[in-house]
């Protein structure tokens, strides 16, 4: 089993609509968790950088963290097809360095 | 923000050539990392480096090596590549302990 699951997607959704997407995990330890968007032939790019359980919002994303249930969300509000990428999570210990462990990703599209 | 440079960006080669895949940042971070990438599958980290002349091998097997002689310069080689080798190559720097990666472009490579 993976430490971190993730959906493949594709996740297709209109153009205005509310988008999340989830990623659980097994390992206790992971405190700091993060999104990376990667549009197609580019590097993935930081998204949203949390530590810890709780929100976080910047602008039209929202990331969750439920440590308790070991599961992390991205909410994207009014989705654009600018939108359309896949969405990596990605977390980590506090003993990590920067190791990180990535979800495998999931594909989203946002359509006119 | 980082700039990380990976060149070439894309690279077709045949069986049993020896390759070397750039990678270079001008923020002067000493962390670096090369990870692997198939589609649809999460990134598997394969070298990382804490700083000049420190090298390790990530959690996926490899057979490529790296070297560290500049700070921001991590080159990445294979000696002789064959198809399985055919992948997306990410480079990634960082700069404080508890700063997110900023990965570049990537390198897609191919061996026919």
């Known amino acids: 089993q993976k430490e971190v699951e993730q959906d493949p997607g594709p996740l297709s959704v209109p153009e205005g609509a509310i988008v999340s997407l989830n990623c659980t995990y097994s390992n206790s330890a992971f405190q700091y968790f993060m999104w990376y968007r990667q549009y197609s032939r580019k590097g993935p790019e930081l998204l949203m950088y949390t530590y810890s359980s709780g929100n976080k919002e910047d602008g039209r994303f929202t990331a969750q963290v439920d440590k308790s249930s070991k599961y992390i969300s991205l909410f994207i509000r009014d989705s654009q097809p600018s939108d359309s990428a896949t969405y990596l999570c990605a977390m980590r210990g506090n003993n990590a360095g920067n190791m990180l462990t990535f979800g495998g990703g999931t594909r989203l599209m946002v359509k006119p | 923000e980082a700039d990380i440079y990976q060149t070439p960006r894309y690279l077709v080669i045949g069986t049993g050539k020896k390759i070397t895949l750039e990678c270079s940042q001008t923020m002067g971070h000493d962390k670096m990392y090369w990870y692997q990438q198939d589609p649809g599958m999460e990134l598997h980290l394969i070298h990382y480096?804490?700083?000049?002349?420190?090298?390790e091998k990530g959690d996926l097997s490899s057979e490529s090596t790296v070297s560290r002689i500049r700070t921001e310069h991590f080159p990445l080689t294979l000696e002789s590549a064959r198809p399985s080798h055919t992948s997306q190559y990410l480079c990634?720097?960082?700069?404080?302990?508890?700063?997110?990666?900023?990965f570049g472009n990537g390198t897609r490579l191919t061996v026919t």
């Open positions: 990634a720097s960082v700069g404080g302990y508890n700063s997110p990666l900023h």
């Open positions: 480096s804490y700083g000049v002349n420190s090298t």
